[in-house]
């Protein structure tokens, strides 16, 4: 049974930084489309970034610039290293495998809550 | 960036009758189309994708057509525990989604 547990929300002020991470059991994250998709209290869903083999990295255009994905092979675990934070980024992170084919997102994690507030 | 457009944003129908969601993709995106099912507190679930094809332990009921630019999602006859909403998503990149439309009972 795939599981992805999140980790490291919380409640930051505007400017601050946070790392997600994302530990993930029945499938290897190194083999794996391993995604960050965010959905804003009560709104819809934006797929935030992207980490594949290589360590090949894609960003939604808002985020450039101020998130990274990583991962750690040893640990099969995926990050997300959120810096600059701005109110628009309030949300719920979810970690999401995509199996099959790249962009489509298999299994997801429960999520875990930033809001970015002072 | 491709925009998807969902219609209606509400759905309100009795257990039993047939639900239609539809998805318009602002230009063409083939078949690399899937749609979701989000209920409150879990995060989304995958039921279809390549706009036909129903994911692994998907209930025959949910079924998907459509290619280019008009998809739709029609679940047979709606149990119970249909009652959600419904997101699709297409996958040329970057990946986006559409705003969602809300089954609820009427």
């Known amino acids: 049974e795939v599981q992805l547990m999140e980790s490291g929300g919380g409640l930051i002020q505007p400017g601050g930084s946070l790392r997600l991470s994302c530990a993930a059991s029945?499938?290897?994250?190194?083999?794996?489309?391993m995604n960050w998709v965010r959905q804003a209290p009560g709104k819809g869903l934006e797929w935030v970034s992207l980490?594949?083999?290589?360590?090949?990295?894609y960003y939604v255009d808002s985020v450039k610039g101020r998130f990274t994905i990583s991962r750690d092979h040893s640990k099969n675990t995926v990050f997300l290293q959120m810096n600059n934070l701005r109110a628009e980024d309030t949300a719920v992170y979810y970690c999401?495998?995509?199996?099959?084919?790249?962009?489509?997102?298999?299994?997801w994690g429960r999520g875990t809550l930033v809001t970015v507030s002072s | 960036e491709i925009v998807l457009t969902q219609s209606p944003a509400t759905l309100s129908l009795s257990p039993g009758e047939r639900a239609t969601l539809s998805c318009r993709a602002s230009?063409?995106?083939?078949?690399?189309l899937a749609w979701y099912q989000q209920k409150p507190g879990q995060p989304p679930r995958l039921l279809i994708f390549?706009?036909?094809r129903r994911a692994t332990g998907i209930p025959a009921r949910f079924s998907g057509s459509g290619s280019g630019t008009d998809f739709t999602l029609t679940i047979s006859s709606l149990e119970p525990e249909d009652f959600a909403v419904y997101y699709c998503?297409?996958?040329?990149?970057?990946?986006?989604f559409g705003g969602g439309t809300k089954v609820e009972i009427k």
């Open positions: 999401v495998g995509a199996v099959s084919f790249a962009y489509y997102f298999d299994y």
């Open positions: 029945g499938l290897v994250v190194s083999g794996t489309y």
């Open positions: 980490i594949y083999s290589g360590d090949n990295t």
């Open positions: 230009q063409s995106v083939s078949s690399s």
């Open positions: 390549e706009a036909s």
């Open positions: 998503q297409q996958r040329n990149w970057p990946p986006t």
